[in-house]
C-alpha cells in the first residue's frame, strides 16, 4: 500500500453516517421535517456541535442560531474561510439537501485535525438555521444575519399556528432583539464556500460526480390574468368563441418557443387555475403563474419582454385580454471568478471534467455574495430529485465531493 494523499483519508462512511443520525431529527417518519426554531433542529444542532468538537473546532452558536464551528489557522487574525450549508429543510424533504453541505464541511476539518494540518487561515463552517423558509415562509433568515441583511420587522413574520419568528427565538433561548450581533464584517471574511446537491439532472446526464456552480440563476416570478367570453360547450361554434383556456394554451406553447431561442434562460407556467371549471362551460377566465430565471439578468428582463409582448398578441388575435403582474424579482448572484479557478483547477487534477452549473434554486451562499466572494460545489443526485423523501446521493460521489472541498478549502487557505 503506498501512502495515501490527505484527500484519500476523507471519510465517507463517517459522513454517510452522521447523514442518517441527522434524518432521525425530524418531525415526521415520511422523509425528513425539520423547521426552524424546532424541537427537531435543536437536536440536530446538539448533534452537529458535539461532531464540530470531534474535529476539533471550538462551537457557538450566533444571534440567529446559526451553529458555527471555527478551526484555528496559523494566522489567527487572517481572515476567516467560511464553508456552510443549512440544517432546515422543507416539509417531508430528502436527508442530503443542505445537511451533506455541513457534514462534508466538518468532514473536511476533522481530516485536517486528524492529521495534524493548521491551514493558515482559520476557518468557520456554519449550520446556517433557517434557508428553506418553510415555517416563516422568509427565506435565507441565517445566512442574512450573518450577511446583515436582516429587517426587524421579519421578526414578526408568523408560522402556521401564528407563532412569530422572535417568540420562537426566545423559546429557545436567544434575544431576538440581538439578531444583528449574527453579523459579519466583510473585512473579516476571506470568502465563502458550499457544497449542495445539484437538485438538477445534468451531472448524472454527464456522468460526473460533482461540477463548479457559475452563479446562481436571478428570477422574475408574475402572475397572469387571461379573459375571455363565458359560453355553452355545445352551442357556440370555434370562430365566435373567446376561449380563455384555449388562449393561455397557445401562449404557453409561445413561451417554449421563445426559450428555446436563448441559452441559459427557464420560464415555466407552474399553475393555472380555470373559471368557472366546468366540463360543459367554455373557459371565461385563467389565472395563472410565470417563473423566468437566467445567470444573465439582461437575457432575463429581454426574454420576459418578449413573452409578454408574444402573450399580449396571441390574446388580441383571439379577443381575449391578458394582464400580467409582477410578484418578485431577484437578481443573478455570481460566484467570485477566484473561487471558480479554484474549483475547476482541483476538478482538473483529479481528472474530472469541470462542469459548469448555473443554480436554478436558491442557497445560503446568494446572502453571503453580499459581503465575500463566493464558491460553490454541487454534488450529482439520482435522477436530479430534490426536496423529497427519495433524495439520493452515493457515498462514492460524497467521498468525490468532500475531497473536492477539502483541496479547495486547502487551496484557499495556503
Ligand atoms: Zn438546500
Excluded at 27 to 51: C, D, H, I, P, Y
Amino acid at each position: 500500500m503506498g501512502m495515501q494523499t490527505l484527500y484519500q483519508k476523507v471519510n465517507a462512511d463517517r459522513i454517510v453516517r452522521r447523514i442518517e443520525e441527522l434524518a432521525k431529527c425530524s418531525m415526521t417518519k415520511k422523509g425528513v421535517t425539520r423547521l426552524s426554531f424546532s424541537r427537531e433542529s435543536e437536536m440536530a444542532n446538539e448533534l452537529v456541535a458535539q461532531w464540530m468538537q470531534e474535529a476539533g473546532m471550538t462551537v457557538r452558536r450566533d444571534g440567529l442560531n446559526n451553529i458555527i464551528g471555527r478551526y484555528e489557522g496559523k494566522w489567527p487574525d487572517a481572515p476567516v474561510l467560511l464553508i456552510g450549508s443549512h440544517l432546515d429543510s422543507i416539509i417531508e424533504a430528502g436527508k442530503y439537501d443542505g445537511v451533506l453541505g455541513v457534514i462534508a464541511a466538518i468532514e473536511v476539518i476533522q481530516t485536517l485535525y486528524e492529521n495534524g494540518m493548521r491551514p493558515n487561515n482559520p476557518i468557520e463552517v456554519i449550520g446556517f438555521c433557517d434557508e428553506e423558509g418553510a415555517r416563516f415562509h422568509t427565506t435565507l433568515l441565517g445566512s442574512r444575519a450573518i450577511a446583515g441583511n436582516l429587517r426587524e420587522e421579519e421578526l414578526f413574520a408568523k408560522d402556521a399556528n401564528g407563532i412569530t419568528l422572535a417568540e420562537a427565538m426566545k423559546e429557545i433561548g436567544l434575544d431576538p432583539f440581538q439578531y444583528h450581533t449574527a453579523a459579519r464584517h466583510p473585512k473579516t471574511i476571506l470568502g465563502y464556500l458550499e457544497l449542495h446537491i445539484e437538485q438538477g439532472p445534468i451531472l448524472e446526464q454527464m456522468n460526473q460526480a460533482c461540477g463548479v456552480v457559475s452563479g446562481i440563476a436571478g428570477q422574475s416570478r408574475y402572475k397572469f390574468q387571461v379573459e375571455g367570453l363565458v359560453g355553452h360547450a355545445g352551442t357556440v361554434p370555434l370562430p365566435l368563441r373567446k376561449d380563455a383556456l384555449a388562449g393561455t394554451a397557445e401562449m404557453i406553447l409561445a413561451i417554449e418557443q421563445i426559450v428555446l431561442q436563448y441559452e441559459n434562460l427557464m420560464a415555466t407556467v407552474g399553475k393555472l387555475s380555470v373559471f368557472p371549471g366546468a366540463s360543459n362551460v367554455i373557459p371565461g377566465l385563467v389565472e395563472g403563474t410565470l417563473d423566468v430565471r437566467s445567470i444573465d439578468d439582461g437575457t432575463r428582463r429581454t426574454a420576459l419582454n418578449r413573452i409578454i409582448e408574444e402573450c399580449k398578441e396571441i390574446a388580441k388575435q383571439r379577443g381575449l385580454v391578458c394582464e400580467f403582474t409582477k410578484v418578485m424579482e431577484s437578481p443573478a448572484v455570481l460566484c467570485s471568478s477566484r473561487f471558480i479557478d479554484v474549483i475547476s483547477s482541483v476538478l482538473e487534477e483529479r481528472k474530472m471534467k469541470s462542469v459548469r452549473l448555473v443554480s436554478g434554486a436558491g442557497h445560503d451562499a446568494m446572502a453571503l455574495a453580499s459581503i465575500t466572494d463566493i464558491g460553490m460545489i454541487f454534488v450529482r443526485c439520482k435522477n436530479g430529485l430534490s426536496h423529497h423523501p427519495d433524495e439520493f446521493v452515493a457515498a462514492e460521489d460524497i467521498k468525490i465531493g468532500t475531497s473536492v472541498l477539502l483541496d479547495v478549502a486547502l487551496k484557499l487557505t495556503s
